[in-house]
Structure formats: structure tokens, C-alpha cells
């Protein structure tokens, strides 16, 4: 007898895209920025739909939101939020005096803050130059 949370397609990956695009405060239209030429904000809500994503795509948009594939591939909400439901409590930090961290989750907060500024430079960089063409094609005509 399997248990249901090994079902297979279970873990929606578009939507595990979705939380985690929005976990890091990027938008549809920077995710597709970064994609290329060939996406959009629509094509972006499209992908977010999907169950299954192509391979490929995951790993563009793994490197463009720093996280691993298979966190994409594996994140399960309602197994997270279970874990941590049966994990922390009220004295769980009590419990655990000179507990070590593996990570400084402000350090993380700063990195990911300083990644997203360095994204929007980035586009307004992009976007800076495109308005300078703009203005050398309409002065020419």
C-alpha cells in the first residue's frame, strides 16, 4: 500500500516556480526579462500552470532564481508545512540552548536582497540604453 503523498505528480512544478519566484520578490516580467527574448509575462503565467516543466526551462529558471533544481522538482507545501507543524513548537528554541544554524538567515535575507537589487539594475541598465536608440532612430528621421 503506498502512501498518498508518493503519488506520483503530485508536486506541481509551475507552481513550485511561482512560490519561489514570489518568495524572492520577482516579478513575471523580470523572470521573463531574464529568459530571453522569447518569453513574456504571459508566457510566464503559462509556465506557472504547468505541472511538469521541460528540463531545460528548469534549469534556466533555477540559475535566474539561485536555487537548486531539484528544489523546483521536489518542493511539496503540504509536507513542508507538516514538517514544520511537527517540528517547531513553542520550546522548540528553549529546548535547544546553543544550537547551531547552518545558515544566518539575515546573511541569506541581505544576499538575496543585494541579488534582486543587481537584477533591477540590470533592467533599468537594459532599459536606459534602449531609450538612448529610441532617440538616435527618431533624431535620424
Known amino acids: 500500500m503506498t502512501d498518498s503523498n508518493d503519488m506520483p ?5 509551475g507552481r513550485n516556480i511561482k512560490r519561489f519566484r514570489e518568495m524572492l520578490g520577482i516579478k513575471q516580467e523580470a523572470l521573463a526579462h531574464e529568459l530571453g527574448a522569447d518569453w513574456s509575462q504571459k508566457k510566464i503565467s503559462l509556465l506557472e500552470q504547468k ?7 528548469l534549469a534556466q529558471v533555477s540559475e535566474i532564481l539561485k536555487i537548486p533544481v531539484e528544489a523546483i522538482q521536489n518542493f511539496d507545501e503540504e509536507q513542508a508545512v507538516n514538517i514544520i507543524a511537527n517540528t517547531f513548537n513553542k520550546e522548540a528554541f528553549i529546548a535547544n540552548p546553543g544550537g547551531t544554524f ?6 541569506k535575507i541581505i544576499q538575496l536582497h543585494e541579488e534582486k537589487i543587481t537584477l533591477y539594475e540590470r533592467m533599468l541598465k537594459e532599459k536606459d540604453e534602449m531609450m538612448g536608440r529610441l532617440e538616435r532612430l527618431l533624431e535620424g528621421k
Open 9 to 13: 505528480g503530485k508536486i506541481h512544478q
Open 51 to 57: 505541472e511538469t516543466v521541460e528540463d531545460t526551462i
Open 102 to 107: 547552518h545558515f544566518n538567515p539575515i546573511d
